[in-house]
């Protein structure tokens, strides 16, 4: 790390000092952590973290599953909660840490969020104050606007849950190690010995999804960790099993409103301290 990522790493775990703490690093990006894939294992923050991706890819897992950050969304961590952080291509972006008195009315289980230029405002206004000091009444005016802002912020369905059952489990291992095994629903049930009607029933109970949506949201997080990683469309659309790559491209546009190059186009953006993690 270098000196502010240590200053910052030191202030978030702790609740003494001002009740939010904003990091927005503008300039090439400079962490150590700028290509390729890193990994952090299980752990826990004193403070919530809010948090921003502009460029690269940031996979959060906890108990419930798994939450994908592409470019230009943003994730809710709540204080205290376990969790594991992967992250693909080059990373940049800003966010904030919040004390927990002051996020007993934000979400109670991590998500993520779309961004308003406001909330973008916000965090950059907040990344001057002086982390050492108290928040005086202007930034607490501030302060409060930013976690309305949060509250009120639409969520985006980037959550891949993980079910409870041993045989779903089984068979959601196994897709994820092999995304482009197309067998179908009946077949998969035969494999982990249960009916194709307990299947379906099961995975909806447990995941709010049917197996084919849940597939799908699964090839979606291998597709979207390959393309931050570099891969082509071809080689990403071959990976996982698709037809051709128009048929992945037709998909990814289903889901994310737009074709992948422009999904991962580079912008101007902010190093992405290794305090994060």
């Not at 030191?10 to 952590?33: F, K, L, M």
């Amino acid at each position: 790390m270098n000196p502010i990522e240590e200053q910052l790493h030191d202030r978030i775990e702790t609740t003494d000092g001002p009740a939010v703490i904003a990091y927005w690093n503008e300039g090439e990006a400079t962490s150590e952590h700028l290509h390729g894939s890193h990994k952090y294992g299980w752990h826990s923050h004193v403070r919530g973290q809010f948090y921003c991706v502009v460029s690269g890819l940031l996979q959060v897992r906890t108990a419930e599953g798994s939450w994908l950050l592409p470019p230009h969304r943003a994730g809710w961590m709540p204080p205290g909660v376990e969790h594991t952080v992967s992250l693909s291509g080059p990373m940049s972006g800003w966010g904030v840490f919040i004390t927990p008195d002051r996020c007993r009315d934000l979400p109670g289980q991590p998500c993520v969020i779309g961004i308003t230029e406001l909330l973008r405002a916000l965090v950059r206004r907040a990344s001057h104050w002086v982390w050492e000091q108290q928040l005086n009444g202007e930034q607490e005016r501030v302060l409060e606007v930013l976690l309305d802002e949060i509250r009120h912020a639409p969520h985006e369905q980037l959550h891949l849950p993980v079910p409870s059952d041993r045989r779903l489990l089984r068979i959601v291992h196994a897709v994820l190690e092999q995304p482009h095994d197309n067998r179908s629903l009946e077949e998969w049930a035969t494999w982990a010995g249960l009916s194709a009607r307990s299947l379906s029933r099961l995975f909806r109970q447990e995941t709010a999804l049917s197996f084919a949506q849940w597939r799908q949201q699964a090839r979606l997080t291998r597709a979207l960790e390959r393309l931050a990683d570099g891969e082509s469309v071809n080689t990403v659309a071959d990976t996982l099993g698709y037809a051709s790559p128009s048929a992945f491209v037709a998909m990814f546009r289903r889901s994310f409103g737009q074709p992948p190059a422009r999904y991962f186009a580079s912008r101007p953006v902010a190093a992405l301290p290794n305090a994060l993690a």
